[in-house]
């Protein structure tokens, strides 16, 4: 947008009278204040919107990490549970029989080498127990009720 400065200097230059209103500069400062007023309000949803967003994300990343700290919890208790139930193994395996030996240190050894696609076996059906045991949960309330309710 000109400003009015700039054409002055620029019709003084061209030797042609100044036709300059005070309505037109009224009018003109309008729409350049309507403009710059749009301009802000498309602004300030966009801000609203990526202020929303960035809520969201520190909502997820909190879940996120809430969940991470349990799963973290969660492996070094099992990792704890593994060395206790090795120390015991090892304990009460001398007192076995030398066949009965063997065969415990076979399938030892075949617990310790899992495969990530029996992993996926084994979490997906103790997710479905889960699943079922809140599902028998909820369905618990319901069967208790005394019969006169």
């Not at 000109?2 to 209103?21: N, W, Y």
Request: proline share 5%.
């Amino acid at each position: 947008m000109m400003f009015p400065s700039s054409r002055h200097s620029a019709s003084a230059q061209s030797g042609q009278p100044l036709k300059f209103t005070t309505s037109d500069s009224c009018d003109r400062i309008k729409d350049e204040f309507q403009f710059l007023q749009a301009q802000y309000h498309s602004l300030k949803m966009e801000c609203d919107k990526l202020a929303s967003e960035k809520s969201e994300m520190q909502r997820h990343y909190i879940m996120y990490y809430e969940m991470s700290y349990g799963l973290n919890i969660e492996m070094h208790k099992q990792a704890e549970i593994v060395k206790r139930l090795s120390g015991i193994c090892a304990q009460v395996i001398p007192y076995l029989s030398q066949e009965h030996q063997q065969q415990v240190m076979g399938a030892i050894e075949r617990a310790k080498q899992v495969t990530p696609p029996e992993m996926s076996s084994i979490i997906r059906q103790q997710l479905q127990v889960h699943q079922l045991s809140q599902l028998q949960g909820l369905a618990l309330p319901m069967t208790s009720l005394p019969m006169g309710l």
